[in-house]
């Protein structure tokens, strides 16, 4: 089964700093890994996919993840916070079957302090 | 862009009683799907339909539970009985065609069971 973690429950920094937020995966196979964002009472809003190739990926509002095999990660990063990034971010694994259905970690929430 | 779009948005209802969650999917999308969230916490997924029937289903998503896409644009979920822990937010989500390609998230219904 296939299954991600997201270890912090909340992360807080400072605008203009950089960011990260973790996520590690268990998968048997090779992984697709996701990230969304969710934003206060809207639907979750795709940001960047890992599916094969760079180990990292550039996605919406400046976003990058770096894909780690030997320590099974996702981290998501972005070099310079915006107050605007404080979201709910969540870390996704998709699974092998045609459907390709997405497991959610618990979620990360960003505050970016101005 | 397109969207996908869920209504109502918000729904009361009184326990026991049956609610029809509705969804209309990007027009070319193949593969559809139901996840809930309860409380802005973890979002889990209930089930995935693909070629008018479901592709696979969550522990989660009991006899209680139906999907249905009665016509070329419709995708409902049917609560047949609901109880007081079925208050959630319904996420809708569709995608199309291809190996990992992102799934898109309808902004919600919230169901409320009193």
């Known amino acids: 089964a296939q299954s991600v973690a997201q270890p912090e429950d909340q992360v807080n920094v400072a605008e203009g700093n950089p960011l990260t937020v973790k996520c590690t995966y268990s998968v048997s196979g090779n992984p697709y890994l996701f990230w969304y964002v969710q934003y206060p009472n809207r639907g979750l809003q795709f940001l960047l996919k890992?599916?094969?190739?760079?180990?990292l990926v550039k996605g919406s509002y400046g976003f990058e993840a770096e894909f780690n095999k030997s320590q099974t990660s996702f981290h998501l990063k972005k070099p310079s916070a915006l107050v605007s990034d404080s979201a709910l971010y969540f870390c996704?694994?998709?699974?092998?079957?045609?459907?390709?259905?997405?497991?959610f970690g618990t979620g990360t929430r960003l505050t970016v302090i101005p | 862009e397109p969207e996908v779009t869920q209504t109502p948005s918000h729904q009361v209802t009184q326990m026991g009683q049956e609610v029809i969650l509705r969804c209309v999917p990007i027009s070319n999308h193949l593969y559809f799907y139901w996840y809930r969230q309860i409380l802005g916490q973890k979002v889990e997924f209930l089930v995935s339909?693909?070629?008018?029937?479901?592709?696979?289903k969550s522990e989660i998503f009991d006899d209680q539970f139906s999907v249905e896409r009665p016509d070329g644009s419709n995708f409902t979920l049917k609560i047949r009985s609901t109880k007081l822990e079925d208050s959630a937010m319904y996420f809708c989500?569709?995608?199309?065609?291809?190996?990992?390609?992102?799934?898109?998230f309808g902004n919600g219904t919230r169901l409320t069971v009193t």
């Open positions: 890992y599916i094969t190739g760079d180990n």
């Open positions: 996704a694994v998709s699974d092998q079957t045609g459907a390709n259905n997405l497991f």
């Open positions: 339909f693909y070629n008018n029937e479901i592709s696979e």
């Open positions: 989500a569709s995608r199309p065609p291809g190996a990992g390609s992102p799934l898109h």
